[in-house]
């Protein structure tokens, strides 16, 4: 069974920059679609990035495209999202997710494990 653990949250500025960093044990993403989601304060998880199993295919949610880039490492077991151009609207929890489907998707029932979240805050 597949463990993710982010890290790399935090707080910043609106403008700034954030990299978020998943780690995975307990076996290998390499054959795993793996994406990133996040939840805000009274509002539904909504998909943020997804990235294929070998990388050649990514996809993102409307309000992030062009200012996060999704990213994986399959020797180093890790995936990671780097988040530029901050604002508060993107303040969440930001969760890791790996899914057996090879192109990972936006639909978060295809996910099969999940990371705990990291807490990302973006101040005005």
């Known amino acids: 069974q597949v463990q993710l653990v982010e890290s790399g949250g935090g707080l910043v500025q609106a403008g700034g920059s954030l990299r978020l960093s998943c780690a995975a044990s307990?076996?290998?993403?390499?054959?795993?679609?793996m994406g990133w989601f996040r939840q805000a304060p009274g509002k539904e998880r909504e998909f943020v990035a997804a990235i294929s199993w070998r990388g050649g295919s990514t996809n993102y949610g409307e309000s992030v495209k062009g200012r996060f880039t999704i990213s994986r490492d399959n020797a180093k077991n890790t995936v990671a999202l780097q988040m530029n151009s901050l604002t508060p609207e993107d303040t969440a929890a930001y969760y890791c997710a790996a899914s057996r489907d090879l192109m990972g998707g936006t639909i978060q029932g295809a996910y099969d494990y999940w990371g705990q979240g990291a807490q990302v805050t973006v101040s005005s």
């Open positions: 307990g076996g290998t993403i390499s054959t795993y679609g």
